[in-house]
């Protein structure tokens, strides 16, 4: 799904799940090669100029979300959980560890051992980030969220200094010993787990 599609998806689910009108939402999907601005994004961490973009087919957006800059593509499974977080989970800090511990929890899954970092938000194994976080919270509503690289070319993110981290490397599951693990088999890795962690029973909604 194109970047602006989804982010238009999810500011219409934001605003029927505010009013009531559906549940909670956790979408999952994959988007074509596209750089993304956080709140806190410096023009300076994009490091290739419009020419160069588009021999890449690169594009890049404004994102609602907080952070810096980003890379989402192919072969990397986005989610985008629209929750009306309840009380007791109203807390922007503890989402954000929630939403790492079902990533840390799906990797263990495939015996991989990650964890946090002290100083960063994401995902990481060792000292390379595997999965970035970055978020909006509207009237205790989320949106954006998570991008797991399991198979997609890291070679991209040398375009950008990735989440405006200058001395960490980026990985992805692939790199990491998975070559054969798919976006599917992670997903279906995935939802239970988030089931878990955020306290929600799953149904598979409409593709």
């Known amino acids: 799904m194109g970047y602006e599609e989804a ?10 799940r505010r009013q009531g009108e559906i549940p909670d939402q956790l979408l999952l999907l994959e988007h074509p090669h596209v750089l993304t601005k956080g709140s806190r994004a410096s023009e300076e961490h994009i490091l290739v100029d419009p020419a160069a973009r588009e021999r890449l087919h ?13 890379y989402h593509g192919p072969g990397q499974l986005v989610g985008y959980p629209i929750l ?4 007791g989970e109203r807390d922007a800090h503890r989402y954000l560890r929630r939403l ?6 799906v990797l263990a899954k495939f015996q991989i051992q990650a964890g946090r970092h002290p100083s960063y938000t994401g995902v990481w194994v060792a000292d ?11 009237h205790w509503v ?6 797991l690289n399991v198979n997609c070319d890291l070679r991209f993110f040398e375009t950008i200094v990735p989440c405006g981290i200058q ?15 798919s976006l599917e088999r992670v997903t279906r890795a995935l ?10 029973e799953m149904v598979e909604g409409v593709s």
């Open 7 to 16: 982010v238009r998806l999810q500011e219409e689910l934001v605003r029927r």
């Open 58 to 70: 690169l594009t890049v957006h404004e994102s609602g979300r907080g952070g810096d800059v980003t």
């Open 84 to 87: 009306q977080l309840r009380e």
């Open 100 to 105: 790492e511990e079902v990533l840390i929890r």
């Open 128 to 138: 390379a980030k595997v999965a970035a976080i970055g978020v909006r919270l509207s």
């Open 142 to 147: 989320t949106s954006h969220g998570f991008a």
């Open 167 to 181: 001395d960490k490397r980026v990985s992805s599951l692939e790199e990491l010993g998975l070559s054969e693990l």
């Open 191 to 200: 939802v239970p787990e988030f089931g878990a962690v955020f306290e929600r």
